[in-house]
């Protein structure tokens, strides 16, 4: 594959992200939970590295290079889902006097 297809497949997961983060993140966490969400975000990195893996040549370019931009979709996906939720998690299991300091070393 060349570089161009590699730009497009990172400029649509940065749409992606920008998207997700921008519009469903919020009412997402709420719907599921704090912890719900991050088990979800860590799921789709799972299935995102699954996907990274089965990629190996690019002999057959249709379906392998889908395989990739999935797995790139899956991968921004769960980054997003779970990153959001660490800092407030280990926000809320500090004291109130540790709280600030927990979130600005957990972000």
């Known amino acids: 594959w060349t570089s161009l297809h590699f730009g497009f497949v990172m400029m649509a997961t940065s749409v992606l992200g920008l998207t997700l983060r921008t519009l ?15 088990s979800f975000g860590a799921l789709l990195s799972t299935a995102a590295y699954t996907g990274y893996s089965l990629v190996r040549r690019p002999a ?21 889902l779970t990153s959001g939720s660490v800092a407030p998690f280990l926000s809320r299991l ?11 070393v957990a972000s």
């Open 94 to 104: 500090s004291s109130k006097e540790a709280m600030g300091r927990v979130m600005a």
């Open 60 to 80: 057959g370019f249709e379906w392998r290079f889908a395989l990739f931009a999935a797995s790139a979709a899956c991968g921004t996906t769960g980054m997003i």
């Open 24 to 38: 469903a993140y919020d009412w997402l966490q709420r719907k599921l939970g704090l912890m719900r969400c991050a």
